[in-house]
């Protein structure tokens, strides 16, 4: 059973998260259970290189990691939790910390960019697989929450996988090595809805925020008791780039689709979709271009042909415009409003 774990790195819950998980792993009797780690960004303004914040209080640092500030207290769950009770919650962190072993002297001294460990935890599984990207990720957090070293720097995150026996990671690094799977996976993230550090993902299913050892068993056995079915790798993405469109990020649906552009470009479903994304981000000569193609191909699809027609609208050639329009409301007359 494969456990993604998305979370982010310089989220204060993913590492009180990570614990609890490996507390209920302990004691799992199931199927085995591969843990992989998945990017998430609470803050993506991070600088790089960070500013120190020493001598912050614990307040100054939760607000520098986004967690909080002019954010509510439903925003702030979602972003990086406990649960959806987050907000509510009476302990002071540190004090959460402390019960899961992880120290007194608990707080990151550095609002620290996590890019760049995401990229390390990356490159970890696909040079040592599950159980090396794991120690990493205890590694990354250890060193940013309890030893106060600065995790946006390549000789930090550098050192860190050489202590883990990956000597190679620092040069990997320095060349931007899993950059655009990293930025990819984010993007997947969005699409498959994940809204807060850490998520645990088996299958179809997902459990949201830092839950108690008792609470993550109860979802593996009952995730273990589903059965997950695999969608072809292409089937996925082309998924994942429409979720996107929902979500109102037409580039990052375009990010997604140029993989299948580049292989499979004259499949209609793929062009489709890229012709309404490019519609999306104003993109028309290439909404357009597309669009004209489909229709060509196949003048009986009416929704390509409105879209064309709206297309064309708004790059201002009304007179094509109206033929495709037309078109488009004679075989759908709820395309006509």
Same mark, same amino acid.
């Given at each position: 059973?494969?456990?993604?774990?998305?979370?982010?790195?310089?989220?204060?819950?993913?590492?009180?998260?990570?614990?609890?998980?490996? @507390?209920?792993?302990?004691?799992?009797?199931?199927?085995?259970?591969?843990?992989?780690?998945?990017?998430?960004?609470?803050?993506?303004?991070?600088?790089?290189?960070?500013?120190?914040?020493?001598?912050?209080?614990?307040?100054?640092?939760?607000?520098?990691?986004?967690?909080?500030?002019?954010?509510?207290?439903?925003?702030?769950?979602?972003?990086?939790?406990?649960?959806?009770?987050?907000?509510?919650?009476?302990?002071?962190?540190?004090?959460?910390?402390?019960?899961?072993?992880?120290?007194?002297?608990?707080?990151?001294?550095?609002?620290?960019?996590?890019?760049?460990?995401?990229?390390?935890?990356?490159?970890?599984?696909?040079?040592?697989?599950?159980?090396?990207?794991?120690?990493?990720?205890?590694?990354?957090? @250890?060193?940013?929450?309890?030893?106060?070293?600065?995790?946006?720097?390549?000789?930090?995150?550098?050192?860190?996988?050489?202590?883990?026996?990956?000597?190679?990671?620092?040069?990997?690094?320095?060349?931007?090595?899993?950059?655009?799977?990293?930025?990819?996976?984010?993007?997947?993230? @969005?699409?498959?809805?994940?809204?807060?550090?850490?998520?645990?993902?088996?299958?179809?299913?997902?459990?949201?925020?830092?839950?108690?050892?008792?609470?993550?068993?109860?979802?593996?056995?009952?995730?273990?008791?589903?059965?997950?079915?695999?969608?072809?790798?292409?089937?996925?993405?082309?998924?994942?780039?429409?979720?996107?469109?929902?979500?109102?990020?037409?580039?990052?649906?375009?990010?997604?689709?140029?993989?299948?552009?580049?292989?499979?470009?004259?499949?209609?479903?793929?062009?489709?979709?890229?012709?309404?994304?490019?519609?999306?981000?104003?993109?028309?000569?290439?909404?357009?271009?597309?669009?004209?193609?489909?229709?060509?191909?196949?003048?009986?699809?009416?929704?390509?042909?409105?879209?064309?027609?709206?297309?064309?609208?708004?790059?201002?050639?009304?007179?094509?415009?109206?033929?495709?329009?037309?078109?488009?409301?004679?075989?759908?007359?709820?395309?006509?409003?």
């Amino acid at each position: 059973m494969r456990i993604e774990i998305w979370a982010d790195v310089v989220c204060p819950w993913a590492y009180i998260g990570k614990r609890r998980l490996d @507390k209920a792993l302990a004691g799992w009797d199931g199927e085995p259970v591969e843990l992989v780690w998945r990017p998430f960004r609470i803050d993506p303004t991070a600088p790089v290189p960070a500013t120190s914040h020493e001598g912050s209080t614990e307040d100054e640092l939760l607000r520098d990691l986004g967690i909080l500030g002019d954010r509510d207290d439903a925003e702030t769950a979602q972003a990086c939790a406990v649960g959806p009770a987050a907000a509510t919650q009476t302990p002071p962190i540190a004090e959460i910390a402390a019960t899961e072993g992880l120290g007194s002297a608990w707080g990151a001294a550095w609002r620290a960019s996590s890019h760049d460990a995401h990229r390390l935890l990356a490159l970890a599984h696909q040079h040592g697989g599950a159980e090396l990207q794991h120690a990493l990720a205890e590694a990354v957090m @250890k060193a940013h929450f309890t030893e106060g070293r600065d995790i946006s720097l390549a000789e930090t995150l550098g050192q860190l996988a050489a202590d883990a026996g990956f000597p190679e990671a620092a040069a990997l690094l320095a060349d931007g090595a899993a950059d655009h799977e990293v930025k990819e996976l984010l993007l997947i993230g @969005k699409a498959r809805g994940v809204a807060t550090s850490p998520t645990l993902v088996v299958g179809d299913r997902a459990l949201s925020g830092a839950q108690p050892p008792e609470t993550v068993t109860r979802f593996l056995r009952d995730a273990a008791g589903q059965p997950h079915r695999r969608l072809p790798a292409e089937v996925e993405r082309l998924r994942y780039a429409d979720a996107l469109l929902d979500k109102r990020d037409p580039l990052g649906a375009l990010t997604l689709l140029q993989p299948l552009l580049a292989e499979h470009g004259d499949e209609p479903g793929v062009q489709l979709l890229a012709a309404r994304a490019y519609f999306a981000s104003a993109q028309l000569g290439r909404a357009a271009a597309v669009l004209e193609e489909l229709v060509a191909h196949a003048p009986d699809d009416s929704y390509a042909r409105l879209l064309l027609g709206r297309t064309l609208t708004r790059q201002g050639r009304t007179e094509e415009a109206a033929v495709h329009l037309a078109l488009a409301a004679a075989m759908t007359p709820e395309y006509a409003t």
